[in-house]
């Protein structure tokens, strides 16, 4: 079961600037490192699991830093494993509140743009940040499964991310 809560957007705020003065320490210059997710959106609902974009500009670049992310403790999943995009969690075990989830993916791949494009999109149009809100929380009540709750919002976030596309006229 998926618990929904009320997210506290300044504390993981906060959360968000002290991690990402740790990573800089190990991580080239170079790479971007963009606060995504739920938790960068004031007054949403949703997992409080810290979401992390981080941009490179290469294959190398992108070898290099998943070598630095697991040498300090970051876990790859092998479900996401792209060339150019990969998904770490701050912990092997099933992730809840105060997690961290990174998203390592190479600048100008659609995927990408994609996870700026969202948060943009929900910064700017509060009602439709407000609407995912509701559906993650409503979704939440039924009482459903991980797997089911994740299929769901999936559906959800493609939808959200070509109205997106429409409203940047992408």
């Keep these: 079961m998926i618990e929904i809560v009320k997210q506290d957007f300044k ?3 906060r959360r968000y600037n002290k991690l990402v003065e740790k990573l800089k320490i190990k991580l080239p210059n170079e790479v971007q490192i963009t606060h995504i997710g739920s938790t960068a959106i004031p007054n949403m609902y949703g997992k409080n699991i810290l979401d992390i974009l981080i941009g490179v500009k290469d294959i190398s ?6 070598k630095t992310l697991k040498d ?3 876990i790859a999943s092998n479900k996401n494993k792209d060339k150019d995009y990969r998904f770490f969690a701050s912990t092997s075990q ?13 600048i100008n791949t659609n ?3 994609e996870f700026i494009l969202i948060k943009e999109y929900l910064l700017k149009n509060k009602d439709e940040a407000q609407k995912y809100s509701n559906f993650k929380r409503k979704i ?15 559906k ?4 959200l991310l070509e109205r997106a596309k429409k409203d940047k006229g992408v």
């Design 11 to 13: 504390e993981n705020k």
């Design 94 to 106: 099933e992730t809840k509140e105060g997690d961290v989830h990174i998203h390592l993916s190479i």
């Design 111 to 113: 995927r990408y743009k």
């Design 156 to 159: 959800y976030v493609s939808e």
């Design 72 to 74: 300090i403790g970051f």
């Design 140 to 154: 939440s009540r039924d009482k459903i499964e991980r797997n089911e709750y994740k299929r769901i919002k999936s």
């Design 61 to 66: 670049q992108f070898d290099e830093v998943c």
